[in-house]
């Protein structure tokens, strides 16, 4: 198939389940309430975008913070972790803790903590929790992946410590780090609606406040509306970082180089 192709025929498929999801609607008569029309959403875009777009904003601008905060501390910690086995033994199991520890059951904890008028600090830690360990794990094996033989020519040469970091196991880092930032950003997103979840307050105005609040008033048009921005801002986050992975590999890495061809 052409490259094209490539795109023509998922907005087909796209366009082909919205006309069927419009006809079935009216067909079969499904109440409002239950399932609304493509263009009673489309509508709800209209009607409601001062609201969308603010908690858009809201919820955006917690996925950017979570996902630098989470892009810089997994990094230095993979750091850590690479140049001391110690450090690794000793803080390792606590960042699995941290993973695999559901964020719904923690999400109240943290909002006690950090107090309900800082409900923003709140969400960002929720989404860091999330974000933050697809960069750690991922970072730490590709620095412990560097050919040893590169390593103790390196260090025949009289490199330091440092260099060989810097120069080589970095570079040979970066397919790790870049395939953890796709996973990272979309959970960055998802850790943030799932603590506005969490939060149960309206002072979190965010796309997840506005689905639980349009939920509770019966406006299923403004869910399935929010749920569409929230699934648009997934895909683009995701296509964003995989422009950025194939910038920095195609000239040189064999998974970018090989899509090409």
Known sequence: ???????????????????????????????RFVLPAPSAIAHSFSDDRA?????????????????????????????????????????????????????????????????????????LILAWIVAFFPILSNTTLGLRSADRDLIDLFRLYGASRWQILWKLQLPGALPYLLGAMKISGGLALIGAVVAEFAAGTGTATGLGWTITEAGNRLHIETMFAALAILSILGVAIFFLLSALEWVL???WHESAVSREN
């Open 1 to 31: 198939m052409s490259r094209a192709g490539n795109y023509i025929v998922p907005v087909l498929v796209g366009i082909a389940v919205l006309a069927f999801w419009q006809w079935a609607v009216g067909h079969w008569q499904v109440p």
């Open 51 to 123: 609201e969308l777009l603010s908690a858009t904003w809201t919820t955006l601008r917690v996925v950017i913070e979570a996902f630098v905060l989470a892009l810089v501390s997994g990094v230095a910690l993979a750091i850590v972790f690479s140049m001391s086995r110690a450090a690794e033994l000793a803080l390792y199991p606590y960042a699995v803790i941290l993973q695999v520890t559901p964020i719904v059951a923690i999400a109240p904890l943290i909002i006690i903590w950090v107090g309900y008028e800082n409900i923003d600090t709140a969400l």
């Open 249 to 251: 590999l195609h000239r």
